[in-house]
């Protein structure tokens, strides 16, 4: 028997989920294979109805069997374990594990600062030994339900630096997530994260992303909105042409009857071509249901940035995860662009570069000055 945290592969995805959940909960799990042999704790058999031992598996097939439980998106004990992880959300702290391998040095990590960053007009020198840290990364996720005439949720996520707030590459994100946590107690000390920054940071990368998805709905759903509009208006319009043919061959006292008629069907016409409009108009709401503060194994490398004979101090983080080193961001305006040493302060070129000069007036309006 296995507890939480049993490592798996190759599973459907909400199968996976559910043996996970149930694990955390106190079960204990066998893998036979193509199926799961389970012993769970009294809460979780009163919570999902089952009994003390259960045999789950994704496999429709197997299910048929007499005792096995199907566990597929639709059945009920993945939808109740579901709904009961976003209704308490997923919030934690996780260090990942050392790496055992022997770290770069002071020379070596100069040489790939400057080849990797450089800053125009500058030179970076080290100014100390890189220092082993963890850095802090956010891993925020989302569920977004989308209203474009039907309703259906997606998940959203984003990784980034805790400090700068500049996102991850996708890859990386996914290797962070593979990466093993740390067991027992850290032996570094951790950069200090600034949460503020980081989730507003990705409240913005989140919206903008989900603003970008909700337009391609809204293309995709042009069509089907111009083909029901165009079958009401192709209803109402009959309904106007009979009335009017009736009404030409009508009484006079039936023919004020008529004109109320065809004026009451002409008002239920728009009527039903703004609520078309109104049901093809695209909507969304985000709810949180991640947010992981995850710390990184990484080295500090203290540096001056040297203009002639300025000299700017600061910091980069190396991380070991990607051998590279972590997102650099303006120290003026926080924006991921390539740094300039101007004569006073270091920055990127939208913050050091200097104002245009004010255009001199006309030669007619500086005399009447």
């Not at 109805?49 to 789950?56: E, F, I, M, N, S």
């Not at 996708?170 to 593979?178: D, I, K, T």
């Not at 603003?211 to 009401?232: C, I, N």
């Not at 997102?327 to 662009?337: D, E, T």
Request: charged share 25%; net charge negative; with cysteine.
């Amino acid at each position: 028997m296995r507890g939480a945290g049993a490592e798996r592969g190759g599973r459907e995805p909400g199968f996976d989920f559910w043996l996970h959940y149930a694990e955390l909960a106190g079960a204990l799990s066998e893998d036979l294979g193509d199926r799961v042999l389970m012993v769970l704790p009294p809460a979780l058999q009163q919570g999902l109805r089952l009994p003390d031992t259960v045999v789950a598996t994704s496999d429709p097939d197997l299910a048929r069997e007499e005792g096995v439980l199907l566990v597929i998106p639709g059945n009920p004990v993945l939808d109740q374990a579901a709904d009961q992880v976003l209704a308490e959300g997923d919030a934690g702290v996780r260090r990942l594990a050392w790496p055992a391998k022997p770290p770069p040095g002071r020379t070596e990590l100069l040489a790939a600062a400057r080849d990797r960053i450089g800053v125009d007009h500058g030179r970076i020198d080290a100014a100390g030994e890189p220092v082993p840290r963890y850095a802090p990364v956010l891993r925020v996720g989302v569920q977004v339900t989308y209203l474009v005439h039907d309703q259906f949720c997606e998940r959203e996520e984003v990784w980034l630096d805790a400090r700068s707030g500049l996102a991850l590459p996708p890859a990386l994100a996914e290797r962070l997530a593979a990466l093993p946590g740390l067991d027992g107690r850290a032996r570094h000390l951790e950069l200090e994260p600034e949460m503020e920054r980081g989730v507003a940071a990705a409240h913005g990368l989140l919206a903008e992303r989900v603003a970008g998805r909700l337009a391609l709905l809204a293309r995709e759903a042009q069509a089907a909105q111009r083909d029901e509009q165009a079958m009401a208006e192709a209803f109402y319009a009959a309904q106007l042409e009979s009335i009017a043919g009736r009404r030409e061959a009508a009484s006079p006292e039936r023919r004020a009857l008529l004109d109320a008629q065809a004026a009451a069907t002409a008002v239920e016409r728009d009527r039903r071509v703004r609520e078309i409009a109104e049901t093809f108009e695209p909507r969304y709401e985000l709810r949180p249901v991640r947010l992981h503060l995850v710390f990184v194994p990484a080295l500090l490398l203290p540096v001056v940035v040297h203009r002639g004979g300025r000299a700017f101090p600061t910091e980069l983080a190396w991380w070991f995860a990607s051998a590279d080193f972590a997102p650099v961001a303006c120290p003026s305006c926080g924006a991921a662009a390539p740094l300039v040493a101007a004569r006073e302060r270091l920055g990127c070129r939208g913050c050091v570069a200097p104002a245009p000069a004010p255009a001199a007036p006309p030669p007619a309006a500086a005399a009447r000055a």
